[in-house]
């Protein structure tokens, strides 16, 4: 693994610089983008510093793209933060680019890039970028925007501080970045905040969660109660954790079919690592909330049937 003062190095080099994150962003991921891409241009105004990647969806409030013209790339240093493995990057154009780095608190199962910093005790990436930017002394700027940012991501993986990733060193980070002009009470209503049809999303989870004698749950949401709710495939992260809130249930799997009627596959526990099986269906993420793929409804039962297994063998 690099150190901060190699990336740091490499970032003062660069005259043009791309910052990637992963497809379907969370806080953590654009928050990470955000607050590197401010920071860097904020202390080095004279370069060209740009963030790539699909549509963010509702989560515009934290941070929208920039247009990036393909003929920038082979001139270009990419960094891309939040991202455990190369077909997860959102724009594969990232491969174009002159030098890459990767910076990651997710196991470093594809070690990509021409640098790499990965720390798996990291609540969240925000958290890494913070200590990037406290390491780089005047070499890197946290200014109220990057502060912001960095704040929202570590507020976004840690779940309000809830999760058991969040460390003393994270409440410190978070405690010097609240000390900048903006209000972190604002963020945290916006991550608990729904619309009517998420809330009534919510409803549908709990009256047609499937919950094993083991304590592993399986919920399928498919494209007609999207459409019924007025919702897509995007906003249903906003029943991600819902499960969790019952007594009964340990570990979950939330399956939201896509228009191309295959399935994106949320993945969460309180005890069994589940990382290991979510890279079987094409995924990967932490130990205990991951994301993977299926086909078919066929396959969210296997999956389903894999987790019954690794929450008995936890119980």
Same mark, same amino acid.
């Given at each position: 693994?690099?150190?901060?003062?190699?990336?740091?190095?490499?970032?003062?080099?660069?005259?043009?610089?791309?910052? &990637?994150?992963?497809?379907?962003?969370?806080?953590?991921?654009?928050?990470?983008?955000?607050?590197?891409?401010?920071?860097?241009?904020?202390?080095?105004?004279?370069?060209?510093?740009?963030?790539?990647?699909?549509?963010?969806?509702?989560?515009?409030?934290?941070?929208?793209?920039?247009?990036?013209?393909?003929?920038?790339?082979?001139?270009?240093?990419?960094?891309?933060?939040?991202?455990?493995?190369?077909?997860?990057?959102?724009?594969?154009?990232?491969?174009?680019?002159?030098?890459?780095?990767?910076?990651? &608190?997710?196991?470093?199962?594809?070690?990509?890039?021409?640098?790499?910093?990965?720390?798996?005790?990291?609540?969240?990436?925000?958290?890494?970028?913070?200590?990037?930017?406290?390491?780089?002394?005047?070499?890197?700027?946290?200014?109220?925007?990057?502060?912001?940012?960095?704040?929202?991501?570590?507020?976004?993986?840690?779940?309000?501080?809830?999760?058991?990733?969040?460390?003393?060193?994270?409440?410190?980070?978070?405690?010097?970045?609240?000390?900048?002009?903006?209000?972190?009470?604002?963020?945290?209503?916006?991550?608990?905040?729904?619309?009517?049809?998420?809330?009534?999303?919510?409803?549908?989870?709990?009256?047609?969660?499937?919950?094993?004698?083991?304590?592993?749950?399986?919920?399928?949401?498919?494209?007609?109660?999207?459409?019924?709710?007025?919702?897509?495939?995007?906003?249903?992260?906003?029943?991600?954790?819902?499960?969790?809130?019952?007594?009964?249930?340990?570990?979950?799997?939330?399956?939201?079919?896509?228009?191309?009627?295959?399935?994106?596959?949320?993945?969460?526990?309180?005890?069994?690592?589940?990382?290991?099986?979510?890279?079987?269906?094409?995924?990967?993420? &932490?130990?205990?909330?991951?994301?993977?793929?299926?086909?078919?409804?066929?396959?969210?039962?296997?999956?389903?049937?894999?987790?019954?297994?690794?929450?008995?063998?936890?119980?």
């Amino acid at each position: 693994m690099n150190t901060f003062g190699e990336i740091i190095e490499q970032i003062q080099k660069a005259s043009q610089i791309i910052i &990637h994150r992963h497809q379907n962003p969370d806080p953590d991921a654009l928050g990470s983008q955000l607050g590197l891409a401010r920071s860097i241009q904020t202390t080095y105004p004279e370069k060209t510093v740009l963030m790539a990647g699909e549509g963010v969806g509702d989560l515009d409030w934290i941070a929208t793209m920039d247009q990036v013209a393909d003929e920038l790339y082979p001139q270009a240093l990419v960094i891309v933060v939040d991202t455990a493995n190369r077909p997860r990057i959102s724009d594969q154009r990232y491969q174009n680019g002159q030098k890459i780095i990767k910076i990651d &608190h997710h196991p470093n199962t594809d070690p990509y890039g021409d640098w790499r910093y990965v720390n798996t005790e990291a609540s969240s990436c925000a958290e890494i970028i913070a200590d990037l930017i406290n390491a780089a002394g005047n070499n890197l700027q946290l200014t109220d925007e990057v502060a912001q940012a960095l704040y929202t991501g570590i507020v976004g993986d840690t779940g309000r501080f809830l999760y058991p990733s969040t460390s003393s060193h994270t409440l410190h980070l978070a405690a010097q970045l609240v000390s900048y002009n903006f209000q972190p009470h604002l963020i945290n209503q916006q991550m608990g905040q729904l619309t009517l049809s998420q809330a009534r999303l919510q409803g549908y989870a709990f009256e047609n969660l499937q919950i094993d004698a083991s304590g592993a749950a399986k919920l399928v949401v498919s494209q007609a109660v999207l459409t019924k709710l007025g919702l897509d495939a995007s906003q249903a992260h906003a029943i991600v954790g819902t499960p969790g809130r019952l007594q009964e249930v340990h570990s979950w799997l939330i399956g939201v079919q896509k228009p191309n009627q295959t399935y994106r596959v949320h993945l969460r526990s309180q005890g069994p690592v589940i990382n290991e099986l979510a890279a079987q269906h094409d995924g990967g993420g &932490h130990p205990l909330a991951s994301g993977a793929n299926a086909q078919d409804e066929a396959e969210l039962e296997e999956i389903f049937q894999a987790l019954i297994q690794l929450q008995k063998q936890e119980n």
